[in-house]
């Protein structure tokens, strides 16, 4: 069995999966590294951290969680079966999120495979979605795909869904008089110095409804207000914890649902202010009685969007200190 991690080319195709995966404020925080061609490792990038909105890392480690799925898909893909542990080395490597082996297996079943393909197309969509409700057999295939990965996907009603978008609205103009909080925001736009994160053509336009169903990051490139669907259709994903494991298997299973939901042809975007502010102020508001938030979802039928810029493969390999 040839290992997918003791040849340039076979790791590189890993890279590129990962390398797809959502991140929050597309920090992509992560850097993968393979050992003696045997297995492959996963770290957190901690230059790509932040600071500010992140303190307790855990939206860093939800968006390395889904760059593991990926690197999962590429490589049941090639034909093997991956061994993954979460933090098999956190006292002596805080970096090390997760190690992965490989086992022989045969071929990948074909909605692995179908997953697989759908990383190079799912997109974080910020623009309007249509009014069309997304029909119960597509919910309970994205639900279940959360469950595979040991969290749930807690679809909301019309009101928990208003209540909600409340609650970001209000966490929303908290976190606009918070000056560490802007300057780290838009250094992870096009605003900022950084000249990479979220450029001004993947944040979609300026919302003219109160309260807004998606994030205002104060550049539109031009574009004015529009109106967006009048009933945005909300879910939260939940774990039964809230650790740093917790936290790398919620990632896993976003990046599931966000994939179930792209052969599905449902976009999804993200409303996590309050979960932000939660972390920075030690809240223990936003809560759930299925568990604890971990991201907070808007799903429905948008347009198709460009994709946000990516690091290269060679970047995101982490290579052994000469």
């Not at 006292?91 to 990383?119: C, F, H, K, M, Q």
């Not at 994939?259 to 972390?279: E, K, M, W, Y």
């Amino acid at each position: 069995m040839n290992s997918p991690f003791a040849t340039h080319v076979a790791f590189t195709r890993l890279l590129c999966a990962a390398g797809q995966a959502p991140s929050v404020l597309n920090t992509q925080p992560w850097r993968i590294k393979a050992v003696r061609g045997e297995f492959a490792e996963l770290l957190a990038d901690p230059d790509r951290r932040l600071r500010v909105g992140d303190p307790r890392g855990r939206s860093l480690h939800v968006s390395c969680g889904a760059a593991l799925f990926d690197l999962r898909l590429a490589v049941r893909t090639a034909g093997h079966r991956p061994l993954v542990w979460l933090l098999p080395n956190g006292a002596e490597e805080p970096r090390l999120l997760a190690a992965v082996r490989v086992s022989a297996s045969g071929p990948a079943s074909w909605r692995t495979r179908d997953l697989y393909e759908a990383i190079a197309l799912r997109r974080t969509n910020r623009e309007p979605f249509s009014e069309w409700r997304i029909p119960e057999h597509v919910l309970t295939d994205l639900r279940d795909a959360a469950a595979r990965e040991g969290a749930r996907l807690v679809v909301l009603g019309r009101r928990a869904s208003a209540g909600l978008l409340e609650c970001v609205a209000v966490a929303d103009d908290e976190l606009a008089g918070d000056a560490a909080y802007q300057a780290e925001l838009r250094a992870w736009t096009m605003g900022g110095s950084r000249g990479e994160g979220l450029p001004t053509y993947v944040q979609g336009p300026a919302c003219a409804d109160d309260p807004a169903p998606v994030r205002d990051f104060g550049t539109h490139g031009g574009r004015g207000p529009v109106r967006f669907e009048p009933r945005p259709q909300l879910a939260v994903l939940t774990t039964a914890g809230d650790g740093p494991a917790d936290w790398l298997r919620a990632g896993q299973a976003l990046q599931r649902v966000l994939l179930t939901a792209t052969l599905h042809g449902v976009s999804a975007s993200f409303l996590n202010q309050p979960l932000d502010l939660r972390d920075m102020r030690g809240r223990r508001d936003p809560h759930h009685r299925d568990g604890h938030l971990q991201m907070i979802v808007r799903l429905g039928y948008g347009p198709v969007v460009p994709r946000a810029p990516r690091r290269p493969p060679a970047e995101l390999q982490e290579t052994a200190p000469a």
